[in-house]
T-cell receptor, first 110, second 114 residues
């Protein structure tokens, strides 16, 4: 079966760094997305990884290891507005069919 | 204005009623999707359409139907709503010619079935 695992909830301090992990077991792999979702709002795109390694975009970075079925999202210099859920999704095939993790709720404390 | 617009944003209805959620987009994307989101669960795909004449069932299509009226419009119907269809529903679009297949989401439609 297809499966994506993320921690349910994490807490971090404003100004600090946090790493949100995502592990997956899927029958296919054509890439991995990270999305941010504030409570009651639409998910918004953060990053896309298809090759192993680190992709950096401002305060956010995303890492992928295809051999380990593992990705993480790294958030630096945390701000209160980063309090949100972070969704990991795997692209299963060339038609871009996705399987989504349940999301990690990140709580930022002052 | 939002590129992907859903109506209504909130709806409360009773068991057995027919409900339609509408989605329109100005992004010019060919692919459109309907997802539902429940607390503690990942987004689950209900139906998707890769073109006006293409409709496909997702993982949880039972109890739902869709219509792709035009490239820009994709509606979701609940023929006879039941309480376990209470959820947050999202429409999304993507561009088949895009590099990543990134999804763009509407603002969501919160449906409560009593």
């Amino acid at each position: 079966g297809q499966n994506i695992d993320q921690p349910t909830e994490m807490t971090a301090t404003e100004g600090a760094i946090v790493q949100i992990n995502c592990t997956y077991q899927t029958s296919g792999f054509n890439g991995l997305f990270w999305y941010q979702q504030h409570a009651g709002e639409a998910p918004t795109f953060l990053s896309y990884n298809v090759l192993d390694g680190l992709e950096e975009k401002g305060r956010f970075s995303s890492f992928l290891s295809r051999s380990k079925g593992y990705s993480y999202l790294l958030l630096k210099e945390l701000q209160m507005k980063d309090s949100a859920s972070y969704l990991c999704a795997v692209i299963m095939d060339s038609n871009y069919q996705l399987i989504w993790g349940a999301g990690t709720k990140l709580i930022i404390k002052p | 204005d939002a590129d992907v617009t859903q109506t209504p944003r909130n709806r409360i209805t009773k068991t057995g009623k027919r409900i339609m959620l509408e989605c329109s987009q100005t992004k010019g994307h060919d692919r459109m999707y309907w997802y539902r989101q429940d607390p503690g669960l990942g987004l689950r795909l209900i139906y998707y359409s890769f073109d006006v004449k293409d409709i496909n069932k997702g993982e949880i299509s039972d109890g739902y139907s869709v219509s792709r009226q035009a490239q820009a419009k994709f509606s979701l119907s609940l023929e006879s709503a039941i309480p376990n269809q209470t959820a947050l529903y999202f429409c999304a679009t993507s561009d088949s010619s895009g590099h990543t297949g990134e999804l763009f989401f509407g603002e969501g439609s919160r449906l409560t079935v009593l």
